[in-house]
């Protein structure tokens, strides 16, 4: 496309020579006799390159410089003075012209000025485009930017509120566990060693007889939550609720070497907390832990599940429980040989536990042998 020239002079003869020429080379050319004209042409040709009289009847061509530029600081413009004027030249370019000619016209070396100034404006308008795609671009990525963060904000509450509820069930840790990766939550389960502690109030059924169902309901409300404090403090996972009873697993879904440890601190820190709050009727808790292999995983449905442990190894926890007096804490063999070294006990002997033709060896867990005994 033909690059558009402006021709502003007011000389007749000089102006239709020079549109001639510059037609002839390839330019598409408009011309004009004044200044107020030319700032007219300017608006409505919309040329390249305006090439002005500095000398001109009602508006000079400086004047309409200063006012194309204003307009348009990309335009490409060349102004015309006579020759000897090179003050008048210098003021020119000071306004803001790209460049000179002297008459009468060299208009080879013409030619060639024009032909760069229209270059560098070229230049100088593709310069403006890309800068505003970019600036475009920059706003577009700043918005996309914003949004992003808005919705980051809200996945960071619900992932927050998420925890929040998780950790009314789960410890902290493992509340994270699951929401890293939610497939963790999945059904199935896997093979691996934990400790049990079963936790129950010992004389319930003769307490619930001489309550009023809302007074039952808020003396295991207090058990409950001293028991759930004492599991969730020592890093357990609060597996159900069974009535008065409490059902709490260690070793998973995070490894804890000291799983066995951490279980009879859990029962040792209960039993003292039932005591110091002096419930009125007073309570009386029985303690059954054991150590084993079992399976730990999702228990249920799509629609409901329960994470829990099954196997051998929880039914001898139970049955443990099921033996102890009140405020008794009995272990397994297998929880015994793995505090040993932390917690004073007595053996026992064997015991018969229900639905297993073997019996089992028993513990009492008596204190910590970092503190006074518990009894």
Sequence with gaps: MAARILLADDNDPFREATAQLLERVGYSVATVGDGRQALQAVAEFRPDLVLLDVIMPGMSGIDVLKQVREQ??????????????EDVA??????????????????????????????????????QRLQQELEAAHRELQAKYEELEASYGRIRELEEKTRELFERYLPSQVAQYLIDDPSRANLGGERREVTILFADLRGFTALAEKMSPERLIEVVNGYLSL???????????????????????????????????????????????????????????????????????????????????????????????????????????ATYEQVKDSVEARPLGLMRIKRRTEEAEVFEALALKTGKPER
């Design 90 to 127: 210098v003021d020119a370019l000071t306004a803001g012209a790209d460049d000179y000619l002297t008459k009468p016209l060299d208009y080879e070396e013409a030619f060639i000025k024009l032909e760069k100034v229209l270059e560098r404006s070229q230049l100088r308008r593709e310069r």
């Design 227 to 333: 028991a759930t404090g004492s599991i969730l403090a020592e890093g357990g996972v609060l597996d159900k609720f069974m009535g008065d009873a409490v059902m709490a697993l260690y070793n998973s879904p995070l490894a804890q070497p000291d799983h066995a440890l951490r279980a009879v601190k859990t029962a040792f820190a209960l039993r003292e907390s039932v005591k110091q709050r002096s419930m009125e009727p007073a309570l009386r808790v029985g303690f059954g832990i054991n150590t084993g292999e079992a399976v730990v995983g999702n228990v249920g449905s799509e629609a409901l599940m329960n994470y829990t442990a099954m196997g051998d190894a929880v039914n001898v926890a139970f049955r443990l429980q099921e033996q102890a007096k009140a405020q008794q804490i009995l272990l397994s063999r």
């Design 72 to 85: 348009d600081p990309l335009i490409g413009i060349v102004m015309m003075t006579a020759f000897g004027s």
